[in-house]
């Protein structure tokens, strides 16, 4: 993947990313698998990201896709660091925007992930933890 975002060493470009958006994230939900099934375990997240400043009413598309593209890009990142590996699936991005927590008088939109490791990992939601934190992604509380 470009600019480290498959390299778990190689963390720079996607903690400036994240850095420069103001990101972060929010884990919503963790299903652990029931003993001896074959179902993953699973943690849901939303990244959260600043929007520009821009005047009343919807910033540019263009701005707008360059938001998305970047929590994908910060949500590619997350997966390639976990142990054990996890599968990641990117929710549709949506446009609504939400008064920032952290930054009074700006918005910020979100982004829908869940990663899914095979089998029972209870402790699934503390390495995606610790693999935000890494990627400079603080969580939201």
Known sequence: MPNGA???G???????????RGASAELVAQALA??????????????????PPHRCGRPEAAALDAVARDL???????GPGV????HTVVGEFLPAEYPARRAP????????????AA?????????????LAALGVPERR
Do not use: F, N, Q
């Open 34 to 51: 029931r003993p001896g099934s074959d179902e993953p375990t699973t943690v849901a997240l939303r990244l959260w990201c600043l929007l």
């Open 105 to 116: 008088g700006r918005c910020e939109v979100s982004l829908a992930v869940v990663l899914r």
């Open 119 to 131: 089998g029972r990992v209870p402790a699934l939601a503390a390495r995606v933890r610790a693999r």
């Open 6 to 8: 498959g390299r778990p």
């Open 83 to 86: 142990d054990p590996p996890v």
């Open 72 to 78: 994908r890009r910060i949500a590619a990142a997350i």
């Open 10 to 20: 190689d963390e720079a470009p996607i903690e400036a990313v994240a850095a420069a």
